[in-house]
């Protein structure tokens, strides 16, 4: 049992209940409403989106798995009473269990590409095994590089999802096909963008949390080569860009009509005032206590910013 719950803590099992509620809602409230209106058939669907979902989730818990083998010593200065690896779970089973799962993953990726018209799909996974490989090892240590390419992986959480509908996104130079390419395009894309920017900001006050066990490894992150001030103004800027995003889109929402006041309120209160808060927040934490909290609100809501999606099912 206390294996058991050190492997559920060693691939951050929330998180990754997170991503396939993320890809579910996206392909129930978003996608498929879009294809039965123009009565086209997607390619993901049934076992073969079954297999995305878990390629992803599989793929993302490997990532966790070696992050935590390269961070072992810095993890033990940190965060000492969360470390698993060589504690409870030894090395090598570590090793063993990222290659399995990546490999999984991949497996499931080309198994999707053979069955369905979906095109590489295997080699996108496999790419996305070898990024998270590379960060984990090195990339995550020097200035913004790892923080940006954990934000784009994030943000391909959705994108593969329209990424595997890209044949019938040609549709639209067809003159007898009624799918609406661009609202699925735009809607990927704010969504898409949401995750990229609020996981960059999130990835940037993690760094700043854990500064001490960091600069004695020799890491090069944001907050220790530009210093606290700077990187707290570099969090605002992003905050900032993405509060007043936010709002033009609820001001674009609302000229549709009272019935899309509800989704308005529910932005407002749920994603924008939050936001608010953790900018608030952010120049006057100091401690790494302080930087967690911040963190694991702004993890709330990434996860109230995928729920909006649900809306779009309700006025579907």
């Known amino acids: 049992m206390k294996n058991f719950k050190a492997f559920i803590q ?62 072992l010593n810095i993890d033990q200065i940190n965060k000492p009473h969360k470390v698993v690896v060589e504690k409870i779970i030894k090395r090598r089973w570590v090793i063993l269990w990222h290659i399995l799962l990546s490999l999984t993953g991949i497996v499931l990726g080309f198994y999707v590409d053979a069955s369905t018209p979906v095109r590489f799909l295997g080699i996108a996974n496999s790419a996305c095994v070898v990024l998270l490989f590379f960060y984990s090892a090195s990339l995550k240590k020097k200035f913004l590089i790892g923080n940006i390419l954990i934000s784009l992986l994030t943000s391909w959480v959705i994108l593969v999802i329209t990424y595997c509908e890209t044949n019938h996104l040609f549709d639209v130079f067809r003159k007898d096909s009624s799918l609406q390419v661009d ?72 000229q549709f009509g009272w019935v899309f006041w509800l989704s308005a309120l529910y932005c407002v209160l749920f994603i924008i005032t939050p936001l608010i808060w953790i900018l608030l927040k952010l120049f006057k934490a100091h401690t790494a206590q302080e930087f967690h909290k911040l963190s694991s609100v702004v993890k709330i809501v990434m996860f109230t910013g995928i729920l909006s999606m649900l809306f779009f099912r309700l006025y579907a």
């Open 183 to 254: 609202k699925l395009s735009r809607l990927t894309f704010l969504y898409a963008g949401f995750a990229f920017i609020i996981s960059l900001i999130r990835e940037v006050i993690k760094d700043m949390e854990d500064m001490e066990g960091d600069r004695k490894f020799g890491c090069k992150t944001l907050p220790i080569v530009l210093g606290l001030n700077a990187t707290k103004v570099f969090v605002a800027v992003w905050l900032i860009v993405l509060i007043a995003a936010l709002v033009i889109i609820q001001f674009y929402v609302l």
């Open 10 to 71: 060693l691939i951050r099992l929330p998180n990754l209940i997170f991503i396939a509620i993320t890809q579910i809602i996206f392909l129930y409230c978003i996608e498929m409403p879009l294809f039965n209106e123009a009565s086209v058939i997607n390619n993901v669907r049934g076992i073969y989106f079954v297999a995305l979902v878990t390629a992803s989730v599989f793929i993302a818990a490997a990532g966790n798995i070696i992050n935590d083998y390269f961070d």
